[in-house]
């Protein structure tokens, strides 16, 4: 930055207001350019009301000759994100005196006085001004353009016409038929067709046609159904009129409503258009939707309009190949095997604009796919999960640097059984063991899957065969006693289970038998049951805890003894006799928030009899209760009692308390 510049004055601004930012303008000649700076000074003593913005000191520095205006902090740091928080503002939040309005005014070729018009005009300026910068910047760079949709043919490819006869008609096995399933028309035969007398045609529903008998699917031709309107979506390769850039169109193939098809370019609504020039990619829609209740409202758009991204429109498509080696030659993309990977085997969907992008965008996609590890391309085409994205470096350029561990270790597997979470496992294990690590190792990382990152704590004490051995003599134990483990991922999520059970018990995995014990089923239940009985040690002495301080509140008079349980086993058996709840407050006695009491007769102090709860914090019973659940109110002997124990033990001690 030129030295005038970056000693040029930030003014400070302080006043107790609604005014966000004063702005003040300074107009010094630099390089013989005349330039305006424009500075925001945000005021320290502004009184923001509800949610307040980040607001810093900022500088607008606009230079015609030299370059797009720049927006910097007090640092001189650029900050072209905080353009949006100043057309964020309320504009009347911002002073700025007459002088320095003329003078943007006049910068800007602007007639404009007032403050709110503009600042506003002034900051869609400079917005102006960097969004043709960046149109520039891409036209050199060779980048599609947004008008680029033009250079694609208007015509329909050689042989569309045909092809759609020949494959996609007679594929359209389907009754469109009227309100009450009576009368519909039959596109597998052409002809009216009437329901029979005892089934009439049903929505979304399997039929038979009364006419040629073919199985159809029946769509109600009132419905919003994709298959009611649409026969297929169908995608066609065309080269530009530019010779450089290769166009997918995609087109929708509407229903002929007399199903006798004399005029399919009629019937063909074209709706999008994707390019791929060199590395650059783009897509346009003519045609746009909503999903809304279950709904799809399809609307058409005046113009072809620029969308982000590749999506698919409507997620899928049947791909036209005629003219594909033609339409590519002289690209980047006429030795991609195109026709290959539309006849491949794999089961995934085809995305031959993935395809033909990924071959342009990553070169060692070219290598992959001729040595025959082709999966990593479907995968690729269909997304990666999250662990797998960095699996491989797709950007390199050789087979041989994209994978993360040598190349020796891709003999472990045929190429056409590589999976990309198979190439995740290798580069985890090499990075764990290097140089050390073996084929055999790997193939028994392989045969266990994405589950060896489940069996970290035996990694730590075992190598990955031994644990892989012992994970498949267990599964054959398991499954051999019918113990529930299905499969071998069953057997590692077991296994992974008790081992964190081991780690709780602080029991040593060094000792083999405890790491690889001979049977992993009963093991794992006795670490299982060990781990309760510890948790349950742990709140049998909290609950211990709150049964002392119950001591004090035991009474006996009168034949009747009121007395805290001795154990958490006792409040269960009390529930379970005196067909109450009482069973599930353990929990609440052992955290102290509520006091449980037993009211027996002193003959027998062990026998259910009532059962009272008391709060803890009022010393006010909650209630007190015998079998099913009957209060003590309907036996004046037992209130009596509860009565004379609350005055003479629980309130005078209460007393005592705060004395």
């Not at 004090?552 to 034949?559: H, L, Q, V, Y």
């Not at 062990?606 to 007190?624: G, I, R, S």
């Amino acid at each position: 930055m030129d030295r005038k510049l970056k000693e040029l004055p930030w003014p400070a601004f302080h006043e107790e207001s609604n005014v966000k930012y004063k702005v003040t303008v300074n107009q010094p000649v630099v390089k013989g350019e005349r330039l305006l700076v424009v500075t925001f000074t945000k005021n320290t003593g502004y009184q923001a009301v509800g949610y307040a913005q980040e607001t810093i000191d900022l500088r607008v520095i606009c230079k015609k000759k030299y370059g797009v205006p720049i927006i910097i902090d007090k640092d001189g740091s650029q900050r072209r994100s905080f353009l949006n928080i100043l057309l964020g503002c309320y504009y009347h939040y911002i002073f700025i005196e007459d002088k320095d309005k003329k003078r943007i005014a006049s910068y800007i070729k602007s007639k404009e006085n007032n403050t709110f018009y503009l600042v506003k005009e002034f900051l869609t300026w400079i917005q102006k001004a960097w969004d043709t910068e960046a149109v520039e910047k891409r036209k050199a760079q060779g980048k599609l353009m947004d008008e680029d949709y033009a250079l694609c043919p208007e015509e329909l490819p050689n042989g569309l016409e045909e092809w759609i006869k020949r494959c996609i008609l007679p594929e359209d096995n389907v009754i469109i038929h009227k309100q009450g399933g009576w009368k519909g028309k039959c596109y597998a035969c052409g002809q009216d067709v009437q329901a029979n007398a005892n089934r009439r045609f049903k929505h979304q529903h399997s039929s038979k046609c009364p006419n040629c008998g073919t199985e159809v699917i029946c769509y109600r031709d009132t419905s919003d159904n994709w298959n009611a309107t649409t026969v297929e979506n169908i995608v066609a390769v065309q080269k530009g009129t530019d010779g450089k850039t290769v166009f997918f169109r995609q087109w929708r193939l509407l229903r002929d409503h007399t199903a006798r098809w004399e005029n399919i370019p009629q019937c063909l609504k074209e709706v999008a258009r994707y390019a791929i020039r060199g590395k650059d990619t783009a897509k346009w829609q003519k045609e746009g939707k909503d999903n809304y209740f279950m709904r799809c409202e399809r609307y058409t758009l005046e113009n072809w309009k620029r969308w982000n991204g590749n999506c698919i429109y409507d997620n899928g498509f049947t791909f036209f190949p005629g003219g594909v080696q033609e339409n590519l030659a002289g690209t980047q993309m006429q030795y991609a095997d195109l026709d290959g990977y539309l006849r491949s085997e794999r089961g995934y969907s085809k995305n031959p604009i993935y395809f033909l992008e990924y071959f342009v965008k990553y070169p060692v996609t070219e290598f992959l796919w001729k040595a025959g590890y082709r999966n990593l391309l479907h995968e690729k085409i269909w997304g990666l999960k999250k662990e797998e994205r960095n699996a491989i470096l797709w950007q390199r350029t050789k087979l041989k640097e994209c994978f993360r561990f040598p190349m020796r270790f891709l003999k472990a597997l045929p190429p056409k059984e590589w999976t990309m979470d198979k190439v995740a496992i290798t580069s985890e294990m090499w990075k764990r063991r290097g140089s050390r690590l073996t084929e055999d190792e790997l193939k028994a990382a392989l045969r266990l899957g994405n589950s060896v990152k489940e069996l970290e704590r035996a990694l730590n004490h075992a190598s990955i065969i031994k644990i892989s051995n012992y994970i498949e003599k267990q599964f054959e134990i398991g499954k051999s006693a019918e113990l529930k483990l299905y499969s071998v991922a069953d057997t590692i999520r077991t296994y992974r289970d008790y081992l964190y059970e081991c780690e709780q018990l602080q029991l040593p995995l060094t000792d083999n038998m405890i790491l690889f014990p001979p049977h992993l089923m009963a093991a794992h239940e006795r670490t299982m049951a060990q781990v309760k009985f510890e948790k349950n040690k742990a709140d049998q002495e909290k609950f211990q805890k709150q049964i002392k301080k119950l001591e004090k509140f035991i009474w006996e008079d009168g034949g009747l003894l009121i007395r805290p349980p001795v154990k958490q086993e006792e409040i269960a058996y009390e529930g379970t006799v005196l067909h109450h709840c009482v069973g599930g407050y353990i929990k609440q006695v052992a955290d102290g928030n509520t006091a449980i009491l037993f009211l027996r007769h002193a003959s027998e102090p062990d026998k259910p009899f009532y059962t009272l709860e008391l709060n803890p914090k009022t010393l006010k019973v909650v209630q007190c209760r015998t079998d099913q659940n009957k209060s003590y109110d309907r036996e004046p002997e037992i209130k009596e009692f509860v009565e004379t124990w609350l005055q003479k033990v629980v309130h005078k001690r209460k007393k005592k308390t705060a004395a």
